[in-house]
């Protein structure tokens, strides 16, 4: 963990990784809570969840996606893709299969943002969304996980059991 980042904000973490970019491509944007001024020209914003999208389509880019599918862009066509507290809600097997891909998209960085290791979620009620599909928790990365994939992390103030991960390519 870098002890110099450790009091930061998602939001301002997310910012100090997306200076001096052009595009950014936001995973599981949820309510679009961390897109708010982000400096990219080009960006887009992709959820499964259309009751997320419905709100935030007038104000953002939006599409709707499931990001276990990314086939649709080429290589190294975003130059930050972020997916903050997403990869906890998706299967081990697709949260490494979606990890690899957010990689092959990304031209300089990817940003995520998860629970330091398991942590049981499944009332649904993650943002008042009221969807247990799409809120449970299936898996966990522990700090050592994601260092062993090239990840720096970092803990956020807000969220002391979450960890900011930064890979740079």
Not at 37 to 63: E, S
Not at 109 to 123: A, N, R, S, W
Not at 138 to 154: H, Q
Request: charged share 25%; with cysteine; hydrophobic share 35%.
């Amino acid at each position: 963990m870098n002890d110099e980042l450790r009091s930061n904000s998602v939001t301002n973490l997310i910012h100090q990784h997306c200076k001096d970019i052009w595009t950014v491509l936001n995973l599981g944007c949820g309510l679009g809570q961390h897109a708010g001024g982000l400096p990219a020209k080009h960006q887009l914003h992709v959820d499964v969840w259309p009751q997320y999208l419905d709100q935030i389509k007038d104000m953002l880019p939006t599409i709707k996606l499931d990001i276990t599918n990314l086939s649709m862009f080429v290589d190294k066509s975003w130059d930050v893709v972020m997916c903050i507290d997403v990869i906890e809600h998706l299967t081990k097997e697709n949260a490494e299969k979606a990890i690899t891909e957010m990689e092959r998209i990304a031209r300089k960085k990817v940003v995520l943002y998860t629970p330091i290791g398991f942590h049981k979620q499944d009332d649904g009620q993650g943002w008042g969304a009221g969807n247990p599909e799409y809120q449970a928790h299936r898996c966990g990365f522990t700090t050592e996980e994601m260092t062993a994939k090239g990840y720096t992390s970092v803990r956020s103030r807000e969220y002391p059991i979450g960890q900011f991960c930064v890979k740079t390519l």
